[in-house]
């Protein structure tokens, strides 16, 4: 059978929901503003079966167009196409009858006090928190979580305004600028509201898998590399993390339990969390796919389609027919992303075209061409300038060829 899919305003990983559909020969309709801030990539367009051109941010022309489309030919499964589009994949979801998460999981998947409440009310460990509204509750918060702590907007993603805070006057500084950002993530303003949690030494993974019917799959556990504090630049993803399967069964045991807690009982999911004298505790969880090229590695190392298997559960297809588990192709596998070191441009990668040569580079996407301008704090995603996904035996080999080619390519002219 064929299926029609939707996917709003897919971006980043979730461009693999697109392609994927069309591989099975399935309608995909991709629900897009089409103007500045909103635009699909030209891939893309070019597999979609149609464009819904609608403001994908007005909860309610976005329902009424997405109506309109199932009264004509009725689709079968209503996708996120990133963090800021759960709220109304959901929505789209309960409108047609169709799988989805309901209301409750959507506020705890997407602010993070909420999801940090549940998580700490089902008895798992989280960092202590408050919420951080104006500058007048800055002090009642520091002496509440203590030193060191993290700052963060209560619901943005991509490291975007997290930061290590050591005093007063550093929580000061962050919340000012949040509330001073102009910038927008697909045409939205950041919220201003952020959390002080306390800080969690240790080492970062995340645990991705899916959930059907309730059962919380975890796919792989993937090790994640970061910049210097006191930012959470994220430098690398290792799959499968480098650990003792003992140690690795907690982490997947511990996001089974945090994904139950937030009430996610359909689609992907994407635990953060850290490894702290030998307890995992919580970072962030997500109800969407990771971003990162993360379901790419888990596709060399494991064999399992995230996207795949997503699309095969809401539409009660068979995984294997739609494609969603095939042969893996390595051990292991892993991403670095390279920076100008805090430059605002650069004029080449030495030693690049050597590096991507090897046969174990699987891809080497550019991301920031050389001469481009480059914000200069490091404090998130948009400061990256390229990529390398890569291959290896082992995932200790992986670890090595991550610090590697960190060691072989030298950016120049910053």
């Not at 002080?196 to 970062?204: I, R």
């Not at 997500?286 to 995230?306: F, H, N, Q, Y």
């Not at 027919?321 to 441009?345: D, M, N, Q």
Request: aromatic content about 6%; some cysteine; proline content about 6%.
């Amino acid at each position: 059978m064929s299926y029609r899919v939707l996917v709003v305003q897919p971006a980043f990983s979730a461009n693999a929901y697109v392609a994927h559909a069309r591989s099975l020969g399935w309608d995909v309709l991709v629900a897009s503003l089409e103007g500045e801030g909103r635009r699909v990539a030209e891939a893309v367009r070019s597999l979609a079966t149609e464009i819904i051109t609608v403001d994908t941010n007005d909860n309610a022309a976005l329902e009424a167009a997405v109506v309109e489309a199932h009264q004509r030919n009725a689709i079968h499964a209503v996708v996120a196409g990133g963090e800021y589009y759960v709220p109304a994949a959901a929505q789209l979801s309960a409108r047609l009858g169709l799988p989805g998460l309901t209301p409750a999981a959507v506020v705890q998947v997407r602010h993070k006090a909420r999801m940090r409440e549940a998580v700490a009310a089902a008895g798992l460990e989280v960092p202590k928190f408050t919420v951080v509204r104006d500058l007048t509750d800055i002090e009642e918060a520091c002496a509440y979580v203590g030193f060191p702590a993290v700052i963060k907007p209560v619901d943005s993603g991509g490291s975007v305004h997290v930061s290590r805070v050591d005093t007063p006057e550093e929580v000061r500084a962050a919340v000012a600028a949040m509330h001073a950002e102009e910038g927008l993530e697909f045409d939205r303003a950041l919220t201003t509201d952020a959390i002080l949690e306390q800080y969690v030494p240790g080492t970062e993974y995340s645990a991705d898998g899916y959930v059907r019917d309730g059962e919380v799959v975890v796919v792989a556990v993937t090790r994640k590399l970061l910049g210097p504090e006191p930012r959470f630049l994220e430098l690398g993803h290792l799959t499968p993390a480098p650990l003792d399967e003992p140690i690795r069964h907690d982490l997947a045991s511990y996001a089974s339990d945090v994904v139950k807690a937030v009430g996610i009982t359909t689609g992907p999911f994407h635990c953060e969390l850290r490894l702290s004298d030998g307890r995992p505790v919580l970072m962030e969880i997500a109800a969407r796919l990771p971003g990162d090229k993360i379901t790419d590695l888990m596709e060399m190392a494991t064999g399992l389609v995230l996207p795949g298997r997503v699309l095969a559960d809401i539409t009660g297809s068979d995984p294997v027919s739609a494609g969603a588990h095939r042969e893996p192709v390595a051990k292991a596998a892993g991403i670095r992303f390279l920076t100008a070191g805090g430059a605002g441009s650069y004029a080449r990668l030495d030693g690049w075209d050597e590096l991507t040569a090897e046969p174990w580079v699987v891809a080497s996407p550019v991301l920031i061409e050389p001469g481009a301008g480059i914000k200069t704090d490091e404090a998130d995603y948009s400061c990256r300038i390229a990529a390398v996904v890569f291959t290896a035996d082992s995932p200790e080999e992986a670890h090595e060829r991550w610090s590697e080619i960190g060691d072989r390519v030298r950016v120049l002219g910053a």
